[in-house]
């Protein structure tokens, strides 16, 4: 598969998944679920060991609805909880932006 961000990456997928799979997966974009292994200090992911879980359908479409019922979401169990300008001082490091 090729991605944008990884380059080409292969993905053990079971023969089982791609014979009951009725369309062309070539030409089609869409999202895959994977687990592999990554490097705990420089976050690099081992293309050799990713593994096949799941095909995610990807609609390239802007739903206002979705991302404000997602904000709305986070204003109340995470921003709710939290002093904005004590966080961002944390975040700077102490350096003022």
Do not use: C
């Not at 944008?4 to 009725?22: A, H, K, Q």
């Amino acid at each position: 598969m090729l991605t944008d961000e990884f380059g080409t990456v292969r993905i053990e997928t079971p023969i089982s998944f791609l014979e009951e799979y009725d369309e062309n997966l070539l030409y089609k974009a869409f999202g895959i679920r994977a687990v592999g292994k990554q490097h705990a200090e420089s976050g690099e992911i081992d293309k050799t060991s990713l593994k096949f879980l799941d095909l995610i359908d990807y609609e390239q479409s802007y739903d206002e609805k979705y991302l404000s019922g997602l904000r709305e979401k986070a204003k109340k169990s995470w921003l709710g909880n939290i002093d904005a300008e004590k966080w961002l001082r944390e975040i700077r490091g102490g350096y003022d932006a």
